[in-house]
């Protein structure tokens, strides 16, 4: 199996521009089977249905054996296209078969997306995309300043970088109580 793990540093929001292009031709060319992809840059639901993750898959990598899943910030109600951070994971062609089960991280943060396999023996893999938020850097379009808007609009004074390490690390606490093992791969933003 190959696992590649890839940090976008954003997609435009138009179709078919070259980074985009040239993901999905390495996906092809390469034989990637499982890609973790962090900072994906864009804020799904405010886009058309045609510049949605899943068209954009699917443009360029056949659906019957390719299963997806990204996540951002839904939160986020500037109506901008463009969101700092977000996290995905396509499985493509033999391993797809294999997908059981995808998700993103509770707070609907954009944090992480994590997609489940099952194996020979019944093991249950889960590999998950991880995107740390930076230290607060300024701006309120950064990913600290948007997770410390979402905290304060829910009355909780938490520090973004801790919160994400709570929640991670709660999270895979559940993930390895359900009995998966785990592959992380983290990138940060």
């Given at each position: ?26 996906i ?25 993750w ?23 109600s ?83 970088r ?28």
């Amino acid at each position: 199996m190959r696992w590649v793990s890839l940090n976008l540093d954003s997609l435009a929001i138009e179709i078919n521009e070259s980074k985009e292009v040239t993901l999905f031709q390495s996906i092809l060319e390469h034989g990637i089977d499982i890609l973790l992809l962090q900072e994906l840059g864009l804020h799904w639901s405010n886009l058309s249905r045609t510049k949605q993750w899943r068209s954009r898959v699917e443009r360029f990598l056949n659906p019957k054996c390719t299963r997806t899943r990204c996540s951002h910030n839904i939160h986020d109600s500037t109506g901008a296209w463009v969101q700092a951070s977000g996290t995905g994971i396509p499985s493509h062609d033999k391993v797809s078969r294999f997908a059981m089960g995808s998700g993103c991280n509770t707070a609907k943060l954009g944090r992480w997306t994590w997609s489940q396999f099952r194996g020979e023996g019944g093991v249950v893999l889960r590999a998950a995309s991880v995107c740390q938020t930076c230290a607060s850097s300024g701006g309120e379009r950064t990913v600290w300043s948007q997770h410390k808007a979402c905290f304060n609009n829910h009355n909780n004074d938490w520090d973004p970088r801790d919160a994400f390490m709570e929640d991670l690390a709660a999270e895979i606490q559940e993930w390895t109580q359900e009995g998966d093992q785990v592959m992380l791969q983290q990138g940060e933003t």
